[in-house]
């Protein structure tokens, strides 16, 4: 069973930054798309970055810039670094893993395909 934890999240003022972490056990191998999420009060579920087994990343057009998506293999663990945050980036941020081959493109930041989620850590940015 796969099992991801988050954390990281916290309060900061616009301009600021913030490093999520994801770490995961009871991996599968092979491949797959390890990626973070986000949701807003009253809004869906929305793609932020993902990156697959070869470091290829994918990122939203929304943070693209400013956010950067990596992951240690060795340790399996999963980053976000977040640069000049914004108020609209305030949000519940999850990590998310879909196992298994996949082909580039914006499906890889569809909610709906990822199998396994983390509980999430809360993002505030204030203006």
């Known amino acids: 069973q796969v099992r991801l934890v988050e954390a990281g999240g916290g309060s900061v003022q616009a301009g600021g930054s913030l490093r999520l972490s994801c770490a995961a056990s009871g991996t599968t191998t092979g491949s797959y798309l390890w990626g973070w999420f986000r949701q807003a009060p009253r809004k869906e579920r929305e793609g932020v970055a993902t990156?697959?087994?070869?470091?290829?990343?994918l990122y939203s057009n929304s943070i693209r810039g400013r956010f950067t998506i990596s992951q240690d293999k060795a340790e399996n663990i999963l980053y976000l670094q977040m640069n000049v945050l914004q108020p609209d980036d305030t949000g519940t941020y999850y990590c998310a893993l879909r196992p298994g081959p996949s082909t580039w493109g914006v499906a890889w930041l569809r909610p709906s395909d990822y199998k396994y989620w983390g509980q999430g850590t809360q993002v505030t940015v204030s203006s």
């Open positions: 990156i697959d087994q070869d470091d290829e990343p």
